[in-house]
């Protein structure tokens, strides 16, 4: 085996992204001004955004053969490709919000940055992993990153709190993963996976599923719903949502969902694409427990990170059910709605921290109390987020829902369809409470605006591009479709 | 002809709103700095308020002429769509920018941006809270609602349908009375959820069908009887909440009480449209089959609102809910006229909608228009209106004659056609919808005498204004019209004619594969 058989340019993106974080954290090491932190950031972003553009410089024409590198552990289609995109832009989204926010909380390391950038090259190979190694591998990598991004506030009880929650549950569900890919290997004696695809083609024409296989997917749907948070598995989503600091929950809520994606696809659409039959169930029913219960319990909840945190969860749901279709229209749509979801919530937290102010989070429903008249143009942004949260047209994530649903009814699952669709209005209702909360109801406290606000002006432009953006696309939402729709083609 | 004109009654005043909306922005972020010249933003706040109220008249005024040529190029003598414009937009589902209107929906747009100008001359002074955003709200919505009357994709139909109930809900959570929150929300996810069901159902047309999500495909889609059925019942989840038929009607009392006026007017005079316009596209033509399968459930439903609900106008003592439980009523007309299945009920059925949109939004107006001055709604703070506003008065009592069905004006000609309609399929149908000529005038009447007659009640009333220049000019318009319509309705019977027939023809051939 030569070196250049391993191909490595493939994987540029990611050995740029790499190198970077190392560099960031060597200047952080030689610089000693007081401000490093903030350079940091904005060498961070300008790293996501450098690997953001040799994605693109690199983005393999949709009809064309996919390329392997090392080995065929690692594919470079234009689906991963896609997302690549995606998390780098929604990373340094997250980045951009937090800036100033870090700094006043007292979090701003240069370490905070570069976990970041390991976390999102983390993700980044997941999107490209083509063996359960290299997925393994990716999501290890993201997810550590994570952990330790969650404890980043060290002086902060619930921070604390929620990152050995995280951490604790984040490696069950890893373990357990491992178990199902560790069931799956001595199946079929294969980690790569067309090869397990391959290996399987027998399997699923049987008339029984060997009852081995079938524990090694009930496994592998486990682990998957508890990476997604997923409900019966959502239990610590909530808590980490709201114990971690803004900064990073807007990073967690992003790109690493695009991330799960790819897991998701990955592992189910591609190596057990010829078992939908098995996981087809298990889906539709995490999906719609999912949506349930997100939508049922956020209307309880009075803290916003929180109900954004059940609505994460209900999203996911959302989310399930074009995967559980089992066909490409419904992966496309599922890809659709996860680029769409993040975007929305990237933006929703991030007007969480456009909002915290020195002494106070802003992070109580009651906080938003007549924000129409106090901040009328950060309120116009919140309310565009919200509709389309809750999928009403004109927005983008009216679409999105449109996507799902589509593909659910195309795959003859009709009455699914109408159950999510009746779940979708008890989950209108917690996001109409946000803009009865900011329009209808007089401001209760003013005292709250007296103290400055945190976030600087890149973050409140970048509020603004980021809510609007959702409403703008609308002309040009057929060709985001045609394109989800092309790389999946491509790719499954 | 290749004006876009449709294209330009929807987006002129959607992106008016928004310039209007930038307008009257006046207060920033930064509004801690403010304090010190608070005078000086008041005035400034003053002027860009006259600002937004003028574009606002300016943009609905511009919108209304223009859709004149919609009724004076209109062809009546076809069924065909016309004005149609067509536009790829997202090819991965196939969903098109089409538009076009027939005999049915060109009246509903006139009717549309005609009560636009009614209500934002209705809003001018009243209005002195956040004028720019009220100003927008409206504009906005009128373009969307012509986007709903004149969509012949059904995503952009259903798009357009959902966008509208952003600005209503703001409207009503924003300007609305005490109770408003609880009222905005139960009229938004009320409509949300019947809408929902209907997406599926579009949903799963787009799948029958091929892949295509014309309207008018759907139209000539062959389908088997129990799709069919669900199919309706999707449908009328979306479209009896809207008209609303009872049993879900219970949002509209309460959604009209604590509306602000413009609000009500809207909703009563346009938005209910919606429900019929969609019965009248959807529904019928689309599953006719099961549409005469269930009949008689729909006569049934239409027999109770135009019945129980007219005994329950009786009982209020809110002229506001009277007016608002006097609309389910007629509303039941329109629905009775749509499922009988004869050119006669059909025609009534639309001509209904429009008169009910003048008379209901000029019964609104009328209770706007005592509303600023004495602050209640209560039948009982009132009593001889007429002494100090003869003008009005005169008014009140043609438009509440109206009401009750009298001969002379537009709510005679509906409903004396719904009632022959129903003659040529049940004696006893008519029987039981005739009686609510009675039960309309019963309230109706009751109502202007214990509001306008009698003796003066109190000090308030006595020193009550009479209406003004501005106030008669909305009033007189919409006067005219209900004669006009009610003494001639020949212009209007004429465009809708053939695309009735049409409609009939339609319906009356079986669908089933």
């Given at each position: 085996m030569t070196f250049a058989s391993l191909k490595v340019a493939a994987a540029l993106p990611e050995i740029f992204l790499a190198v970077a974080a190392c560099a960031i954290l060597l200047f952080s090491a030689i610089n000693s001004s007081d401000n490093r932190a903030g350079r940091a950031c904005w060498f961070a972003v300008a790293a996501l955004l450098i690997t953001a553009l040799l994605v693109i410089a690199g983005f393999p024409a949709v009809d064309a053969a996919a390329t392997t590198a090392f080995n065929a552990m690692f594919i470079g289609d234009a689906l991963s490709a896609l997302m690549k995109v995606g998390m780098c832009l929604l990373c340094a989204a997250a980045f951009l919000y937090g800036r100033e926010y870090n700094r006043a909380r007292g979090i701003a390391t240069c370490e905070y940055y570069v976990l970041g950038l390991f976390s999102a090259a983390g993700m980044l190979v997941m999107a490209s992993a083509n063996h359960l190694l290299t997925l393994y591998l990716g999501l290890e990598l993201m997810s550590l990153c994570l952990y330790a991004l969650v404890a980043s506030a060290r002086e902060n009880k619930l921070a604390s709190e929620a990152a050995m929650k995280y951490f604790v549950l984040g490696a069950l569900a890893s373990s357990i993963l491992l178990y199902g890919m560790s069931l799956l290997y001595g199946l079929t004696g294969a980690l790569e996976l067309p090869a397990i695809r391959a290996a399987l083609v027998s399997a699923a024409d049987a008339d029984a599923v060997d009852p081995a296989l079938a524990l090694a997917v009930v496994f592998i749907v486990v682990a998957l719903a508890f990476k997604l948070g997923a409900a019966p598995f959502h239990m610590w989503l909530p808590d980490v949502y709201h114990g971690a600091p803004t900064s990073t929950t807007a990073f967690l809520s992003a790109a690493p969902k695009i991330a799960a994606f790819a897991v998701v696809l990955r592992l189910l659409a591609d190596g057990l694409g010829d078992l939908t039959g098995v996981w087809q169930s298990m889906l539709i029913i995490l999906a719609l427990l999912s949506v349930a219960v997100g939508n049922f319990i956020a209307i309880a909840q009075h803290n916003l990170k929180r109900m954004l945190a059940y609505s994460a969860v209900s999203h996911m749901g959302f989310f399930l059910f074009g995967i559980a279709a089992g066909n490409a229209a419904g992966y496309s749509a599922s890809l659709f709605y996860v680029l769409i979801y993040a975007v929305m919530s990237v933006g929703a937290f991030g007007a969480v921290l456009c909002l915290a102010r020195d002494g106070s989070e802003f992070e109580r429903l009651d906080d938003l109390r007549g924000l129409s008249?106090?901040?009328?143009?950060?309120?116009?942004?919140?309310?565009?987020?919200?509709?389309?949260?809750?999928?009403?047209?004109?927005?983008?994530?009216?679409?999105?829902?449109?996507?799902?649903?589509?593909?659910?009814?195309?795959?003859?699952?009709?009455?699914?369809?109408?159950?999510?669709?009746l779940l979708a209005v008890v989950g209108a209702f917690y996001y109409l409470r946000v803009i009865k909360l900011m329009y209808f109801d007089a401001p209760a406290d003013d005292a709250m605006d007296l103290a400055p606000a945190i976030a600087d002006r890149p973050a409140h432009v970048l509020l603004a591009f980021n809510a609007l953006i959702i409403i703008a696309i609308l002309p040009w939402i057929g060709a985001l479709i045609a394109l989800c729709n092309a790389v999946i083609a491509a790719a499954v | 002809m290749n004006t876009p004109l449709l294209s330009i009654l929807i987006w002129l005043p959607i992106i008016g709103g928004v310039l209007v909306l930038g307008v009257g922005d006046a207060r920033g972020d930064n509004n801690g700095n403010g304090d010190g010249n608070g005078n000086g933003d008041g005035n400034n706040n003053g002027a860009r308020a006259a600002l937004a109220r003028k574009l606002a008249l300016g943009l609905s005024s511009a919108v209304l002429l223009l859709s004149v040529p919609l009724y004076t190029q209109f062809d009546a003598g076809s069924a065909a769509m016309q004005f149609t414009e067509h536009a790829r937009?997202?090819?991965?589902?196939?969903?098109?920018?089409?538009?076009?209107?027939?005999?049915?929906?060109?009246?509903?747009?006139?009717?549309?941006?005609?009560?636009?100008?009614?209500?934002?001359?209705?809003?001018?002074?009243?209005?002195?809270?956040?004028?720019?955003?009220?100003?927008?709200?409206?504009?906005?919505?009128?373009?969307?609602?012509?986007?709903?009357?004149?969509?012949?994709?059904?995503?952009?139909?259903?798009?357009?349908?959902?966008?509208?109930?952003?600005?209503?809900?703001?409207?009503?959570?924003?300007?609305?009375?005490?109770?408003?929150?609880?009222?905005?929300?139960?009229?938004?996810?009320?409509?949300?959820?019947?809408?929902?069901?209907?997406?599926?159902?579009?949903?799963?047309?787009?799948?029958?069908?091929?892949?295509?999500?014309?309207?008018?495909?759907?139209?000539?889609?062959?389908?088997?009887?129990?799709?069919?059925?669900?199919?309706?019942?999707?449908?009328?989840?979306?479209?009896?909440v809207k008209v609303p038929m009872f049993p879900v009607h219970t949002w509209l009392p309460d959604a009209h009480v604590e509306a602000p006026t413009g609000g009500s007017v809207i909703l009563a005079a346009v938005m209910l449209k919606m429900g019929g316009y969609g019965f009248m596209r959807f529904n019928l033509p689309v599953t006719p089959d099961a549409s005469r399968e269930l009949a008689w459930l729909m006569i049934t439903l239409s027999l109770i609102a135009v019945v129980y609900i007219a005994l329950v106008a009786l009982a209020q003592r809110d002229m506001k809910k009277l007016i608002a439980y006097s609309s389910i009523s007629h509303m039941g007309f329109v629905t009775l006229g749509l499922f009988l299945f004869n050119a006669h009920g059909f025609e009534g059925a639309l001509l209904q909608m429009i008169s009910h949109g003048f008379i209901s939004g000029a019964l609104f107006l009328c209770v706007g228009v005592l509303y600023d001055r004495m602050h209640s709604r209560q039948l009982a703070d009132y009593g001889g209106v007429a002494t100090p506003m003869p003008v009005f008065a005169a008014f009140m009592v043609l438009f509440a004659l109206a009401n009750a069905g009298l001969p002379g004006t537009s709510g005679f000609v509906g409903e004396l056609l719904v009632i022959l309609g129903a003659f040529q399929v049940n004696a006893w149908i008519a029987a039981a919808a005739a009686l609510t000529l009675i039960f309309g005038a019963a309230y109706t009447l009751w109502m202007v005498k214990r509001v306008v007659y009698g003796a003066v009640a109190s000090d308030k009333v006595a020193a009550l204004t009479d209406v003004n220049r501005r106030e008669i000019l909305f009033l007189a318009v919409l006067a005219a019209l209900v004669l006009l319509v009610g003494v001639w309705p020949a212009p209007l019977l004429e465009v809708m004619h053939a695309t009735l027939e049409h409609l009939a023809q339609h319906t009356a051939a079986s669908k089933l594969p």
């Open positions: 008249k106090r901040q009328p143009r950060i309120a116009l942004l919140i309310l565009i987020l919200m509709l389309s949260m809750a999928g009403i047209p004109p927005t983008a994530g009216f679409f999105a829902k449109l996507a799902v649903i589509q593909a659910l009814v195309g795959a003859g699952l009709v009455w699914v369809a109408v159950a999510a669709v | 937009w997202i090819d991965a589902f196939n969903i098109h920018y089409a538009l076009g209107v027939d005999g049915i929906s060109m009246p509903l747009i006139l009717l549309t941006t005609l009560l636009t100008v009614v209500v934002v001359v209705a809003g001018w002074q009243v209005i002195t809270e956040r004028v720019a955003q009220y100003m927008a709200a409206f504009l906005i919505m009128e373009g969307l609602m012509v986007g709903v009357f004149s969509a012949l994709d059904a995503v952009l139909f259903y798009l357009f349908w959902e966008a509208m109930l952003i600005p209503m809900f703001l409207i009503i959570g924003i300007w609305g009375g005490p109770n408003r929150i609880y009222a905005t929300i139960k009229f938004f996810l009320y409509t949300l959820l019947g809408s929902l069901l209907m997406l599926v159902a579009l949903l799963y047309l787009y799948h029958a069908s091929g892949g295509s999500f014309s309207i008018l495909d759907y139209h000539r889609l062959p389908l088997a009887l129990t799709p069919q059925i669900f199919i309706f019942l999707a449908f009328f989840a979306a479209f009896a």
